[in-house]
């Protein structure tokens, strides 16, 4: 991640205060394309920020941009044909539950020597915890194809939720399967937003859709991730889904009324030395994206050096 | 010439006291910078919402930011950074240790290694 500003004061000329592109290369099936590039782009401002003078509470409202698709060398083979460019205002967070207080009441200097300390501060991280977070965004989409031939523009809102409590469920199987003790799940991520969606005389859909113009869809989203058999994997599933609320008969014949994409992501911490970290990566995407939702899968996989 | 040598010994005695002075700052900084690795590791291992894949030290200092699993989705790791920024603030003030939520999230950048992020709060932070 690069910043166009990382100081504190904003000026002028800086219209957004962080900034990131991540470029993930991958080599696939020639069927589906030979070579894909993932990529995502984000552009960030804070617009107003409340914060406590203890610094412990921070709430803000954030204009945020960014892009983020998939783009492979022939772009007719590619399955997962979806651009999608986004401009959002953020309520970061919403509201959250009050964590439970800890007093202030041991010497960083005593705890430094501590030989405790690291799981001294995870349970204590533990216990500070939140439960539940919601955060909310109204948002304009443009959606296309990777050469701009289909595209569609969705209005609309979301509204996220963070949540620890549905740990011990999703976690059960996995947890029966790990041998290592540090390697737990993150917070369950989820979204459900409403897009009002106009000009799909531009994508494949005009012909099955009512009025061939536009389209009132609920999005849901979910994340999650969690350790698996040992404390060096990583397992992560993304859910991202699309319904036409008030679809056509020619809509749900085709099988597009209900449209879902999936992410499964296995990360394994191959090696570590002195000077690098190796880490492989097997990635399988099902489903189909906006605008045209055409449904395929790609299965890729990559390993990553850090030094 | 008696004062001579001990203005001479004055002179030693300044600059030992000096560094001893200078050790002394460059411990208490290791110390610091080691505190605040300690409990970032052990913060981010949280056992309701773990982020970080690593189980030793070392490596995590080494390992970029844009490494721990915060998420795939650009809203979800963003999400994710911001409930650590609100857990690991409590547990430093727990220590006695102020580092606002703001300095927390501002330095959380992916490029950077986490030794890296950690020597930006300890810049940033009061310790009581």
């Known amino acids: ?307 | 010439m008696s004062i001579k040598i001990i203005s001479i010994l004055l002179n030693k005695n300044q600059q030992n006291s000096f560094y001893l002075h200078e050790n002394k700052t460059i411990a208490m900084k290791e110390k610091k910078f080691r505190f605040l690795k300690i409990t970032y590791f052990g913060a981010s291992d949280n056992p309701n919402d773990d982020v970080n894949p690593y189980d030793d030290l070392d490596t995590f200092g080494k390992a970029t930011v844009g490494s721990l699993g915060w998420g795939i989705d650009d809203g979800v790791r963003k999400r994710s950074k911001l409930r650590f920024a609100h857990n690991y603030y409590h547990v430093l003030r727990h220590y006695g240790v102020l580092l606002t939520i703001e300095d927390i999230l501002e330095n959380l950048v992916d490029d950077l290694s986490n030794d890296e992020v950690v020597e930006k709060w300890l810049e940033a932070a009061v310790f009581n």
């Open chain 1, 1 to 307: 991640m690069s910043s166009f500003a990382q100081s504190k004061k904003d000026s002028t000329l800086t219209l957004f205060k962080t900034s990131a592109l991540e470029l993930d290369l991958k080599f696939i099936d020639p069927a589906k394309g030979s070579f894909g590039i993932d990529h995502q782009l984000i552009l960030e401002r804070s617009l107003k920020s409340i914060n406590s003078t203890d610094g412990s509470f921070e709430k803000g409202i954030n204009l945020n941009l960014n892009s983020k698709g998939f783009t492979t060398v022939s772009g007719d083979k590619n399955q997962n044909n979806s651009i999608i460019n986004e401009l959002k205002v953020e309520a970061f967070p919403l509201l959250f539950v009050k964590p439970k207080q800890i007093s202030e009441n041991e010497s960083w200097q005593d705890a430094a020597d501590d030989a405790d300390l690291i799981s001294q501060s995870r349970s204590l991280a533990n216990h500070v915890a939140s439960p539940f977070w919601l955060f909310f965004n109204i948002h304009g989409k443009h959606e296309t194809t990777q050469d701009f031939k289909n595209y569609d523009f969705a209005l609309g809102s979301q509204l996220s939720i963070a949540t620890s409590i549905l740990n011990k469920f999703l976690d059960f199987p996995f947890n029966l399967l790990r041998s290592a003790p540090n390697n737990n799940p993150r917070a369950l991520d989820l979204s459900i937003g409403y897009d009002y969606v106009i000009g799909l005389k531009n994508t494949d859909l005009s012909s099955l859709s009512k009025n061939n113009s536009n389209m009132n869809r609920l999005n849901l989203k979910a994340e999650w991730e969690t350790g698996i058999f040992t404390k060096d994997n990583r397992l992560v599933f993304l859910l991202d889904s699309y319904h036409d609320l008030d679809a056509a008969t020619k809509l749900k014949e085709a099988n597009k009324n209900w449209n879902y994409f999936y992410m499964i992501k296995l990360d394994h911490l191959l090696a570590k030395s002195d000077r690098t970290t190796t880490k492989v990566s097997v990635k399988y995407t099902h489903g189909g994206l906006p605008p045209n939702f055409d449904r395929g899968f790609v299965l890729g996989g990559g390993f990553s050096l850090e030094f």
